[in-house]
């Protein structure tokens, strides 16, 4: 069975000259922010990074890695994959292949990383922030979630997601769509916040990645979520570097995620029978 797992995607490894590979996790946590809502977008904020798949039964998809990566002007690069419209970038339609129905799995391996287990702070982390953002899409139904270890890279894959029905995959893209933004503390640190278009795959469907760029005296971080929507299926992807020492990179962009999001999705979302 080992020879069937697919070859895995690989996100790009090296880091920016001058940056330290310390763990996202850890710089969130010297900056006192939380993982997701507040190492992403302010509280509060309409176009704030959100974190999918709710435990409670709701999920709401995170934001990340489009076809594009955020600037730290807070522009958008176009050599991603997504258009920075808000228009429909479906592979296929908006019920994806033909109008296929579809449900989410979570199996052992996907995409070629297998699953693992994240720090327990840092689980608890990402479910509060998830279980707080989930009512923006307002979508619920039947959760998954699975932590993917990525270990070439040193970053935990958090997948989350929800199966349901009727759901409008134009509005929850929209809900997370946003123009740049910047926000300072006056202190010297300040955090860059958007989303962008991207190709959601041969499922189809609509994808969008949101960015959340945090800059200090000393470096720069990126978190990322690139999240998927059909109409029975809402689902996210982040990726969030390993705080062991073993991270290639600080921060993974939205044209790191976006081709992750695209492989673990081919392989977690399976037709209804």
């Not at 996790?25 to 509280?43: D, I, Q």
């Not at 932590?147 to 929800?162: C, E, K, N, Q, S």
């Not at 006056?186 to 278009?197: K, L, M």
Request: charged letters at 15%; proline letters at 7%; a negative charge.
């Amino acid at each position: 069975m080992a020879s069937s797992v697919p070859k895995r995607v690989r996100a790009s490894s090296a880091p920016r000259p001058g940056q330290s590979t310390v763990a996202l996790a850890v710089v969130c946590t010297l900056l006192g922010l939380p993982l997701v809502s507040a190492c992403g977008p302010s509280t509060g904020s309409a176009n704030g990074a959100v974190a999918s798949a709710a435990q409670s039964g709701a999920a709401a998809p995170a934001t990340a890695g489009s076809g594009a990566t955020t600037t730290q002007g807070g522009a958008t690069d176009p050599a991603a994959n997504g258009s920075a419209s808000g228009g429909g970038t479906s592979d296929g339609g908006i019920g994806g292949n033909g109008g296929a129905s579809w449900v989410l799995s979570a199996p052992q391996v996907a995409a070629g990383y297998p699953q693992g287990q994240p720090p327990a702070d840092m689980v608890q982390r990402f479910n509060t922030d998830t279980r707080q953002n989930a009512a923006r899409l307002g979508v619920s139904g039947t959760p998954v979630h699975a932590y993917y270890d990525d270990r070439a890279d040193g970053a935990w894959i958090f997948y989350t997601g929800v199966t349901g029905s009727g759901f409008d995959p134009d509005h929850l893209h929209d809900i997370l769509y946003q123009l740049p933004a910047v926000n300072d503390d006056g202190a010297g640190d300040r955090t860059t916040t958007s989303a962008i278009d991207a190709k959601p795959g041969p499922h189809g469907g609509r994808a969008i990645c949101n960015t959340v760029l945090v800059h200090t005296d000393m470096l720069t971080t990126a978190v990322s979520t690139c999240s998927w929507f059909t109409p029975t299926t809402a689902a996210g992807i982040t990726l969030v570097s390993k705080a062991d020492g073993t991270s290639t990179k600080l921060g993974f962009t939205a044209v790191d995620v976006a081709p992750i999001m695209r492989a673990i999705r081919a392989e977690v979302e399976v037709p209804r029978q």
